[in-house]
């Protein structure tokens, strides 16, 4: 098998997902008609294997394929990620169960990026107080107001409006929910084990009473929360750990399901700065680093799966292109070859 494009010479990488075919970051593949490509990270065009080196190797994708549920589909192509990122393009009717979120995990890798760009940028002026100081320029009150600053910014952070719960049947005015009500919030299943979100600091809500937040407004509630709680993105270790969480929970809803029936704690999971101030110590089981990762991403997943559809969309149209070729070239390579006189 090649190793570059044969369109525009790129190199194809490799995987460690297909055995037989170590080929490509993306591979495409044709269960049906036994066609596979690797697919160019530069052009985007399809690249057909040889015919005597597929047959192996489109059964190994057809199972990676259906062993997952990190997929994306529509009528005749698929889109699947798998543990190692390699990313698998079926061609073919759709199967039952998918699961999109795996995409956003980009999101959450793009929003550490830029919290490490701004926490350098941050550390500049604490240097340049720092050597103000040292220089007699700023008095010894620098410190003290230093600190009483980072109170106030806390404190301000912490009344912002998160999110707003409108009124309707049994509520006469909407309800502002700021950061800082967040303070011991904690996820749960309803009756019917629907997740609902339990504000015991809610606005209007105090003593024995607490705020119970259910169905969409509990996920537009969480959506925001967890937004925050992962403010700082996360390495692509942690993205790929939270993927998995999500491969073994089969869906999107069965994950958030059964998160709501453990009950945990929101807010003290790897809490936002803005947070802190807020944070209850005594807290049980609070939601660990994948789960809230996990989590965010599953409330994504009506949007990744919009997201994708664009992207299988350009898919199809470039495998009925590479199908035209692939049709041409397979019946060559099968044709009788004339007899040597």
């Not at 453990?262 to 660990?288: C, H, I, M, N, T």
Request: glycine letters at 8%; one cysteine or more.
């Amino acid at each position: 098998m090649y190793r570059h494009c044969i369109y525009c010479s790129a190199d194809l990488g490799a995987n460690e997902a297909i055995e037989h075919f170590p080929v490509g970051r993306q591979v495409a593949f044709d269960a049906e008609k036994g066609r596979l490509w690797a697919v160019c990270g530069r052009c985007a065009r399809w690249n057909l294997a040889p015919i005597e080196e597929r047959w192996e190797a489109v059964e190994e994708a057809e199972k990676r394929f259906h062993d997952t549920r990190l997929r994306v589909q529509r009528e005749n192509i698929g889109l699947a990620r798998l543990p190692d990122g390699t990313r698998l393009v079926r061609v073919g009717p759709a199967l039952a169960g998918e699961l999109a979120a795996w995409r956003y995990g980009e999101t959450l890798q793009a929003r550490r990026k830029r919290y490490l760009t701004m926490a350098a940028v941050g550390m500049v002026a604490p240097v340049a107080l720092t050597s103000l100081f040292i220089a007699g320029v700023i008095g010894s009150g620098a410190s003290s107001f230093m600190g009483v600053y980072g109170i106030i910014r806390d404190q301000i952070d912490g009344r912002r409006k998160l999110y707003e719960l409108p009124a309707h049947e049994g509520r006469s005015e909407p309800i502002f929910i700021q950061r800082r009500h967040m303070a011991g919030a904690r996820l749960s299943a309803g009756r019917e084990g629907e997740p609902q979100v339990e504000l015991p600091h809610a606005p209007g809500h105090h003593g024995k009473t607490q705020l119970v937040v259910r169905g969409e407004e509990a996920r537009r509630l969480l959506e925001r929360t967890l937004v925050l709680m992962n403010a700082n993105g996360a390495r692509r270790s942690q993205v790929d750990t939270a993927v998995n969480a999500l491969h073994r929970a089969g869906s999107a809803e069965d994950f958030i399901a059964g998160a709501a029936r453990e009950g945990r704690a929101l807010v003290a999971a790897a809490p936002a700065k803005s947070f802190r101030v807020y944070r209850d110590p005594r807290q049980r089981d609070p939601l660990d680093r994948t789960g809230a990762l996990a989590l965010e991403m599953v409330l994504h997943e009506a949007h990744e799966r919009r997201a994708l559809e664009g992207e299988l969309a350009l898919l199809e149209a470039a495998w009925r292109e590479a199908e035209q070729i692939a049709a041409i070239a397979d019946r060559l390579a099968m044709a009788p070859q004339p007899q040597q006189g």
